[in-house]
């Protein structure tokens, strides 16, 4: 039994002469096969269940890496290297290329981030460098962030700024980016945030024609179809077709942060759901 629990299949031959020992003795050799036998199972159990612990740990040892690694290409804080839980957003945020989040992380959508419309009390200089992270704004020079009130535009719903307006409490308007772009309202409190908010839903949810969206100077830049509606908690969401683009559809997003109200917007859902993601994790980490 030792041999076998040992060695394994070695324990055959000591098996074998103790067998052929017995049998010329006139005994039955059967105590000897069966003891190999029981041996060898339990050895085989306990050394397979050794082997399985063993690649556990590393397979382990390897997702803690691999996960590590992630964590750093987006910015993310990793188990093996926590970052610290109140990171100003000005030091640092999530890396992306040309403004773009990337994929959907781990199959987690931006609705499942947990985040919501928060306490924190946000200033344009403030946003500007979390913004800047998601938002192409360096691929054209119009596009970069501005807080210009006499050439911003910030996304309002169904016709544009010129036709909807912004909050009369907007105390600053930010916006940037081209094909993924980022906007905001500051105001003074998180409640005139929510208001702000409800018009805005207000404004998506009645967009049941076809508008016009008008520029700054009251010119007719496109016609757009009526707004499509995909969801309204715990961010509004909607996608625009507008003749402009040869009719490409293009996805927006609102929700509120702090005294703030943020939108984002790109071309695909796809994109629109990677930026939201980070950005509104962000967000709530102040």
């Known amino acids: 039994m030792v041999i076998t629990v040992f060695f394994g299949l070695f324990g055959l031959i000591p098996a074998y002469l103790h067998g052929r020992r017995a049998e010329r003795l006139g005994l039955s050799s059967s105590r000897y096969w069966k003891a190999f036998a029981i041996s060898f199972v339990a050895a085989a159990a306990v050394y397979v269940a050794a082997i399985l612990a063993v690649f556990a740990l590393v397979l382990n040892s390897v997702d803690e890496e691999v996960q590590a690694a992630v964590d750093a290409e987006v910015g993310l804080p ?70 210009d009130r006499s050439t911003v535009v910030v996304t309002v719903p169904c016709g544009g700024q010129t036709a909807n307006g912004v909050s009369p409490r907007a105390l600053e308007l930010v916006s940037g980016g081209s094909l993924v772009r980022i906007t905001a309202e500051v105001l003074p409190t998180a409640g005139d945030a929510a208001q702000e908010l409800a018009r805005l839903e207000a404004l998506v949810t009645g967009c049941t024609n076809a508008y016009d969206y008008v520029s700054r100077d009251g010119s007719v830049l496109t016609r757009c179809a009526p707004l499509v509606v995909d969801a309204l908690e715990p961010v509004v969401r909607y996608e625009e077709s507008c003749d402009v683009g040869a009719g490409e559809t293009y996805a927006f997003a609102l929700f509120q942060s702090g005294n703030a109200v943020v939108s984002a917007s790109a071309s695909t859902v796809a994109e629109l759901d ?13």
């Open 78 to 147: 990793s188990a093996v290297d926590p970052a610290p839980a109140n990171e100003n957003p000005e030091s640092g945020t999530n890396p992306t290329e040309s403004g773009n989040a990337g994929s959907e992380v781990n199959g987690t959508s931006p609705e499942a981030t947990g985040a919501d419309a928060g306490t924190q009390t946000w200033s344009a200089a403030g946003l500007i460098p979390i913004f800047e992270v998601y938002a192409d704004d360096e691929t054209e020079s119009w596009a970069l962030f501005s807080t």
């Open 274 to 286: 990677a930026v939201l993601t980070f950005l509104r994790a962000d967000l709530q980490q102040g």
